[in-house]
């Protein structure tokens, strides 16, 4: 597509319920990122994918967090039985070849999130 | 590891000033820096990057940012602020060798007054 395109937009849950929120990245981009954006805080890194993998998913707050991407395209991040801390923006973004600029524009593109409310 | 500081978490200037926001970074190898942009209720915009050319690095909307690595900063400025400047704004370090993970700093908002 034509960007990264996030759903859902807005998502109000019930303590305790499990959640599902998706990224769809920009086509081709092999490189995907899933940050956290609390309410008057910066972005939080959570997890990485190279392809279908992660190789780097230090910044997931804890085990009720998880996330997988299928097909080297759709992502998912899951969150089971979730706190009222969990409520945040969820912002996805995809990139071309990260850390190897010589390939050319080494830029990211943002979702426009998911708002998740905890209740 | 790399990261961010924002010296300013809120900056207010008069519409027609300069408008200054600082930020240090810390990073262990040559970093990419940026600075996005963040209006309330919107997405996250890049406003420019540096990742290894010149040193002074011009944006959109007339932002530009000198990357000066003896002093380990990537302030952000602009002539003459305008009232649509008011916004977040993130200053942001990567590492090629962190898989081009992010790392934003906490932010500074800037207010515009009339």
């Known amino acids: 597509g034509a960007g990264v395109s996030q759903s859902p937009s807005n998502k109000v849950t019930e303590k305790g319920k499990d959640v599902e929120l998706r990224c769809d990245p920009i086509?081709?981009?092999?490189?995907l990122y899933w940050y956290r954006q609390s309410l008057g805080q910066g972005l939080e890194f959570l997890i990485y994918?190279?392809?279908?993998?992660?190789?780097?998913k230090s910044g997931l707050p804890s085990d009720r967090f998880s996330a997988e991407r299928t097909g080297g395209s759709v992502s998912t991040l899951t969150i089971q039985r979730t706190q009222q801390e969990d409520s945040a923006v969820y912002l996805c973004?995809?990139?071309?070849?990260?850390?190897?600029?010589?390939?050319?524009?080494?830029?990211?593109?943002f979702g426009s999130g998911t708002r998740l409310t905890v209740v | 590891a790399q990261s961010v500081t924002q010296l300013d978490s809120h900056v207010s200037v008069s519409e027609g000033t300069p408008v200054l926001l600082r930020c240090n970074y810390s990073?262990?190898?040559?970093?990419?820096l940026f600075w996005y942009v963040q209006h309330p209720n919107k997405g996250l915009q890049l406003l420019l990057k540096?990742?290894?050319?010149?040193?002074l690095v011009k944006g959109i909307n007339g932002f530009e940012a000198e990357f000066k690595k003896s002093e380990t900063s990537f302030h952000l400025t602009k002539p003459s602020a305008h009232m649509s400047d008011a916004a977040e704004y993130f200053c942001?370090?990567?590492?090629?060798?962190?898989?081009?993970?992010?790392?934003f700093g906490q932010g500074t908002e800037l207010s515009v007054k009339p």
């Open positions: 973004a995809s990139s071309l070849a990260p850390g190897q600029p010589e390939k050319g524009d080494y830029g990211y593109t």
């Open positions: 086509s081709g981009h092999t490189a």
């Open positions: 994918f190279q392809g279908n993998s992660a190789p780097d």
């Open positions: 990073s262990s190898y040559s970093p990419s």
């Open positions: 540096y990742t290894s050319a010149a040193t």
């Open positions: 942001v370090v990567s590492e090629y060798n962190q898989g081009g993970k992010l790392i």
